[in-house]
């Protein structure tokens, strides 16, 4: 196990390994993000990021195919977008759309390009592509009024009533994701390409207080999974076969000791791990029956 000490001034909000496991980035309360380098059990500090005015809630690894390069999200409303070459890093583009903190974002799957989408306490989310040449356009529309807390993407599906065709006669995915927002709600979005923007596919009510976050397993399965959590001490699996309605079940019958203020899946997808005010990070998977069963508790 790796443990850094004394790695911020502040709390920590986010930590997120990169695609190879070898780079560990970190952001702070106090508006730095730090980048280490990972090999074995020993860690090294390569870089502290500076351009924020206020607490990096988020960071995040885009896929290794467009570049080292990480977004980070703030209270101060921006999103800036880092990138190394050669050894050094620089700020190469600054999203600054959102009125209010952007509370979440989250990169695209890499088939899709590289797309980021932001969500902000203005109500509001943001997709933005960025590219080589030109500047970045983004889609911005009101999600959640009250504001919106997380947003996930889709894996890319196979359903055949989501695949678009484009202009040149060939079948393209449907891109879709899901937010969570401070009017208890959890939605289900997907692109409509006549609008060029996304539109609400499913509004899932369950909760009874804000859904603080909100996870789509990356599992291409028989079935699709999004797991949220809440204010109201509880997680909600919403599961969808095919086409099918969203069908909601209690991750517990109990509510958990504080409010949930993470899910996040395993990378296979099978295994859900929460994080609550308890400081607890509880594991769970799902049996035979389709119940959900603790698979864990990590403490510290």
């Not at 790695?7 to 280490?36: E, W």
Request: charged share 25%; with cysteine; hydrophobic share 40%.
């Amino acid at each position: 196990m790796v443990a850094i000490r004394n790695a911020h001034n502040d709390l920590i909000h986010d930590a997120v390994l990169d695609y190879y496991g070898k780079r560990l980035a970190t952001c702070s309360s106090d508006k730095t993000i730090k980048i280490f380098e990972i090999d074995g059990e020993n860690q090294k500090l390569i870089e502290t990021l500076r351009g924020h005015e206020g607490p990096v809630w988020q960071v995040a690894w885009a896929h290794p195919k467009f570049g080292v390069i990480l977004a980070s999200a703030s209270y101060d409303g921006k999103v800036i977008i880092w990138r190394e070459e050669n050894g050094s890093w620089s700020n190469i583009a600054q999203h600054s759309v959102h009125q209010a903190s952007v509370n979440s974002i989250s990169w695209a799957p890499q088939e899709y390009g590289a797309l980021l989408l932001c969500a902000s306490s203005d109500g509001r989310v943001s997709v933005v592509e960025f590219k080589d040449e030109g500047k970045p356009s983004p889609i911005v529309f009101t999600a959640h009024a009250a504001g919106v807390n997380s947003a996930s993407w889709a894996p890319p599906t196979v359903s055949r009533s989501l695949v678009q065709t484009n202009v040149a006669g060939q079948s393209q995915e449907t891109k879709r994701f899901v937010s969570g927002g401070s009017d208890n709600l959890v939605k289900v979005w997907k692109f409509d390409a006549e609008s060029n923007s996304y539109i609400v596919e499913s509004e899932l009510q369950g909760h009874e207080d804000w859904v603080r976050d909100v996870a789509w397993s990356p599992s291409v399965l028989s079935k699709s999974y999004i797991a949220s959590a809440s204010q109201d001490r509880t997680v909600i699996i919403w599961t969808q076969e095919g086409d099918g309605p969203w069908k909601k079940k209690l991750l517990r019958d109990e509510k958990f000791p504080d409010v949930v203020w993470r899910v996040s899946w395993s990378l296979s997808g099978n295994v859900l791990a929460v994080s609550g005010g308890d400081n607890k990070v509880t594991l769970w998977k799902e049996n035979l029956k389709g119940e959900w069963e603790s698979a864990g508790v990590v403490e510290e």
